[in-house]
């Protein structure tokens, strides 16, 4: 059964170092996502992408995050500067549309020291 | 904006019986999906279920069934003969047609089934 994949499963970085998670979703999904779950806490939305473009971004996505699609198969986080509060298991998902199941990934643990 | 609750941050069950776990949601849109999801220790999500908010018949995989209460704005959960696999965090999550992905989580409610 097709899944997507995160690497790295898990990343200790140092506060202010730059951070690339990566994914590679399912290969006939067209709708890629992002979401994160501090330990202990609810799964929250991060961002959307469509078509080379974001198509919904939540409050906590702001100027540290971005997201690239750099080739046709692998979907990327970035976080720029990263904070302690940063440290959280960061999910990617796909869809093949906008209504279809999401699957999710395995994860990828981001700790901040 | 959506809101979803999940009233139980704790449940267990016996092996071999029945558990529900209840979850309830606000919105004021017409259009929307809800979905469970299974979080094991390996911290994975795991689709459990989905129901279609236009769909009045509850949907139900294997062992897991919904109870979609759409005036109620209720989405319970029920295992029946509950495996000790199905020990694990369990969301309940809300998406709006429109909003591509953009789904909206509970707290959780953390399941333990007991041999």
């Known amino acids: 059964e097709p899944e997507v994949t995160q690497t790295p499963s898990h990343q200790v970085t140092q506060m202010g170092q730059e951070v690339i998670l990566r994914c590679v ?25 469509y078509n080379n473009e974001i198509s919904e971004k939540s409050e906590i996505f702001d100027d540290q995050f971005s997201v690239e699609r750099p080739d046709g198969s692998n979907f990327t986080l970035k976080i720029r500067s990263t ?8 999910f990617c998902a796909s869809s093949r549309d906008r209504v279809s199941t999401i699957y999710f990934g395995e994860g990828s643990w981001l700790t901040v020291v | 904006a959506q809101t979803v609750t999940q009233s139980q941050p704790e449940m267990s069950v016996q092996e071999a019986e029945t558990v529900t776990l209840s979850c309830t949601y606000d919105t004021s849109e017409n259009n929307y999906y809800l979905f469970w999801y299974k979080q094991p220790p390996s911290r994975q999500m795991i689709l459990v279920i989905r129901q279609e908010a236009y769909k009045q018949q509850n949907a139900t995989e294997n062992r897991f069934s919904v109870n979609f209460q759409k005036a109620a704005k209720s989405f319970s959960l029920k295992i029946s003969d509950s495996q000790l696999g199905d020990t694990a965090m369990y969301f309940c999550a809300f998406m709006i047609t429109s909003n591509a992905g953009k789904s909206t989580f509970g707290d959780g409610t953390t399941l333990t089934v007991k041999p």
């Open chain 1, 83 to 90: 904070k302690l509060e940063d440290s959280a298991m960061y």
């Open chain 1, 25 to 49: 979703p399912i290969s006939n999904h067209l709708y890629f996502y992002w979401y994160r779950q501090i330990l202990g806490q609810k799964v929250e939305f991060l961002v959307s992408f």
